[in-house]
């Protein structure tokens, strides 16, 4: 398969913000970051305490970019709360990025080109870049850690609440015959968004490289270009769909823990080549964001957790757009009011935390359906070139993180989507055989 042109994906993107221009916030620079590593309020972030030299990091200095959504919550709560401070990580920046194509750009560049070292990320991603599909040249990556499970979202325009479109596809099917432009947009091809559109289409007969046309739009531009009619439907994460909820613009057709429950969804990145310069920084900074997963994770927090991320420098958002599906409690929009904690996004819970292999291999197997990674891939390979879950594991222990809580294999074995359709991950083949909509 040929490159994906980044200047096309750009271009696409514009194209379908025309006449809805939103400024993601002023950036100072030219790689579209702006440093967002305050500490709260009236507060200062913990000193380094003193380390042992076996467990003292190689660099106290670390970029780490975020997009404005509710699941970069691990790495906001990490800097505010001082937890990288505490594994000796005192010079953390965590930056905000305009879209997903910035990340991936500076990510390129890395921190000595004037880029970031590591991100909060779409899965597939890592994966994407290493493989030299979305980049200039492949850029080694490893993930580190999944950053979340659950909470995300299909929403669906206003025009359409007559059509109740939920779960099942083929309610927006019948509401978009006959319409000739019918635009779905998803937050980066070959992303998480993207697939999760993509297997709900196909699910319900939809073929989303025919029947509809998919355009990347950045996360925080999603409700605005709803607004402005530029599209029928759009997959993103929290806290964009409630946000439109709020403001009336369209409803919430699913959650995507309906689609797949406890999916993997958002990981922590960090370049390869900085990981191996650094492995004793690579395993304190995941310590610092494991700490802050299982922080996120307790009841008793969430509420301040929101009022956290909710703040200009973060998500820039009012807090009641972030709080409720945060607790799963889901107002759909349409009419639908219904408490899910079971679907909630999930920091640290049900091992949503571990960088299972076997939810990669998936990640690696629809970008393969969907014509993003060459039919001929080397799926397992590629899985175990990027996934560091021996790291995991390793930050694990020394946080003390019980055994129970530790996964023994890189397997969660078969998973089973809301259609019936399950991925077995002993035979990804198997799978991508039995699919009737794909492109490879």
């Keep these: 398969m040929s490159k994906l042109s980044r200047r096309r994906f750009l271009l696409t993107s514009s194209a379908a913000a025309a006449g809805t221009v939103i400024l993601h916030g002023c950036v100072p620079n030219s790689s579209g ?21 076996a467990d003292k990091p190689e660099v106290a200095t670390a970029k780490l970019g975020f997009i404005a959504l509710t699941d970069a919550a691990p790495l906001i709560i990490a800097k505010e709360k001082g937890f990288f401070n505490e594994f000796g990580m005192t010079d953390v920046e965590v930056l905000k990025q305009a879209s997903w194509p910035v990340t991936r750009d500076n ?51 206003k025009t359409y609440l007559d059509k109740k479109v939920a779960l099942d596809s083929k309610g927006l099917k019948e509401a978009l015959k006959g319409k000739a432009d019918a635009t779905a947009a998803i937050t980066f091809p070959g992303g998480t968004h993207d697939l999760w559109m993509r297997y709900w289409l196909a699910a319900g007969g939809v073929d ?4 509809i046309k998919v355009i990347p739009i950045p996360p925080p531009q999603m409700v605005a270009n709803m607004k ?22 369209g409803y919430t057709a699913l959650v995507t823990g309906e689609l797949w429950k406890n999916h993997p969804e958002k990981a922590f990145t960090m370049r390869k080549d900085w990981v191996e310069k650094n492995p004793k920084a690579a395993v304190a900074l995941l310590k610092g964001i494991m700490k802050a997963q299982q922080w996120c994770e307790k009841a008793e927090n969430k ?11 973060w998500l820039k958002v009012p807090v009641e757009d972030i709080i409720g599906r945060s607790k799963g409690e889901i107002d759909y929009g349409d009419g639908r009011k219904e408490t899910k904690p079971d679907i909630a996004m999930k920091f640290w819970a049900d091992n949503a935390s571990f960088p299972y292999k076997s939810h990669d291999l998936w990640f690696v197997t629809e970008d393969i359906r969907w014509g993003y990674l ?8 590629l899985v175990d070139e990027v996934n560091r879950s021996d790291l995991w594991k390793e930050a694990a222990k020394a946080l003390g993180v019980a055994e129970a809580e530790i996964p023994s294999s890189d397997s969660r074995g078969v998973e089973e989507f809301f259609d019936g359709t399950k991925f077995d991950p002993e035979n990804p083949k198997a799978y991508l055989d039995g699919l009737k909509i794909k492109k490879a």
């Design 33 to 53: 970051s702006s440093s967002t590593s305050a500490s709260p309020a009236g507060e200062s972030p913990a000193p380094a305490p003193s380390l042992s030299e």
């Design 107 to 157: 990510l390129e560049l890395g921190s000595s080109g004037g880029g970031i070292d590591g991100a909060h990320i779409l899965s597939p991603m890592p994966y994407l870049m290493t493989a030299g599909k979305i980049t200039k040249q492949p850029v080694p990556m490893q993930i580190l850690a999944r950053l979340n499970v659950n909470g995300q979202a299909i929403s669906v325009s």
């Design 208 to 211: 989303p490289t025919k029947d």
């Design 228 to 249: 402005s009619g530029t599209m029928d439907t759009f997959c993103v994460g929290e806290p964009w769909n409630a946000q439109l909820v709020n403001q009336k613009q």
């Design 303 to 313: 509420e301040e957790m929101c009022k956290i991320i909710a703040k200009d420098q």
């Design 374 to 381: 060459p039919a001929d891939t080397d799926a397992k390979k």
